[in-house]
């Protein structure tokens, strides 16, 4: 057998119609060619690809053919896989009749040395191609070294010149800021001194009788009636 193949048994509906006419024409019941089972509906088998003679079919059990595979096998029309029988095995395995061939017997020392000299050409054409590949890549490499080189200078040289000007703003800012903070102590300062001034002369009178008047003008003559009172 050459598992190199793949032919549905009978009882395979999408088995190719002219192959299950063949078989049914020429033998109405088939067997396998091994154990002689009868090839009927219920059985799974493959039949020669090569000769598809009526004859030539194996079930699944002699090929040791898993049903799950068997059944990918048949149900799958663009598997490539194909079974040959024993005999067409050994005449597809047989090269002596191309290797040796009486009329042409130098024709596989002439195909060998093409292959020879066409598999040198490829050799060279490889080493060329990886050649220059290698010199394309160098030249890219180069390129972005030197674009991180000149941004690396670039920035080596502006970094002097941004860190005075970070410096400069940061120092105008605390100096705004600090000026600003004197300033509004300063000033607190002097509304407080101003008050303590004003109110330097001011006496303080204890257990004065609490006026009970809505009007604060009325509450204010009263406290002025009684210190007045008082002082006299």
């Given at each position: 057998?050459?598992?190199?193949?793949?032919?549905?048994?009978?009882?395979?509906?999408?088995?190719?119609?002219?192959?299950?006419?063949?078989?049914?024409?020429?033998?109405?019941?088939?067997?396998?060619?091994?154990?002689?089972?009868?090839?009927?509906?219920?059985?799974?088998?493959?039949?020669?690809?090569?000769?598809?003679?009526?004859?030539?079919?194996k079930c699944a059990d002699c090929l040791n053919l898993p049903f799950d595979?068997?059944?990918?096998?048949?149900?799958?029309?663009?598997?490539?896989?194909?079974?040959?029988?024993?005999?067409?095995?050994?005449?597809?395995?047989?090269?002596?009749?191309?290797?040796?061939?009486?009329?042409?017997?130098?024709?596989?020392?002439?195909?060998?040395?093409?292959?020879?000299?066409?598999?040198?050409?490829?050799?060279?054409?490889?080493?060329?191609?990886?050649?220059?590949?290698?010199?394309?890549?160098?030249?890219?490499?180069?390129?972005?070294?030197?674009?991180?080189?000149?941004?690396?200078?670039?920035?080596?040289?502006?970094?002097?010149?941004?860190?005075?000007?970070?410096?400069?703003?940061?120092?105008?800012?605390?100096?705004?800021?600090?000026?600003?903070?004197?300033?509004?102590?300063?000033?607190?300062?002097?509304?407080?001194?101003?008050?303590?001034?004003?109110?330097?002369?001011?006496?303080?009178?204890?257990?004065?009788?609490?006026?009970?008047?809505?009007?604060?003008?009325?509450?204010?003559?009263?406290?002025?009636?009684?210190?007045?009172?008082?002082?006299?």
């Amino acid at each position: 057998m050459s598992v190199n193949s793949k032919q549905p048994s009978v009882s395979s509906p999408v088995m190719p119609q002219s192959k299950a006419k063949t078989a049914r024409a020429s033998s109405p019941v088939p067997s396998c060619s091994s154990c002689g089972t009868i090839i009927t509906d219920d059985i799974k088998a493959l039949q020669c690809d090569c000769c598809q003679d009526a004859h030539m079919w194996k079930c699944a059990d002699c090929l040791n053919l898993p049903f799950d595979m068997y059944n990918h096998l048949v149900s799958d029309p663009n598997c490539s896989l194909r079974w040959f029988c024993s005999t067409c095995d050994k005449r597809a395995m047989d090269t002596s009749n191309t290797c040796h061939n009486p009329d042409n017997p130098d024709k596989m020392d002439r195909l060998v040395t093409m292959v020879e000299k066409f598999l040198d050409k490829l050799a060279d054409f490889e080493g060329k191609m990886n050649d220059k590949c290698d010199v394309v890549v160098s030249n890219e490499l180069d390129a972005r070294l030197k674009i991180l080189e000149n941004r690396f200078a670039k920035q080596e040289q502006e970094l002097p010149e941004r860190f005075d000007a970070f410096k400069s703003n940061v120092t105008s800012q605390l100096e705004e800021k600090i000026s600003k903070s004197v300033i509004l102590d300063n000033s607190k300062n002097a509304n407080e001194d101003k008050e303590i001034d004003k109110r330097k002369n001011n006496m303080i009178i204890y257990r004065v009788p609490e006026v009970t008047a809505s009007s604060a003008d009325e509450r204010n003559e009263a406290d002025l009636v009684y210190i007045t009172e008082l002082f006299t």
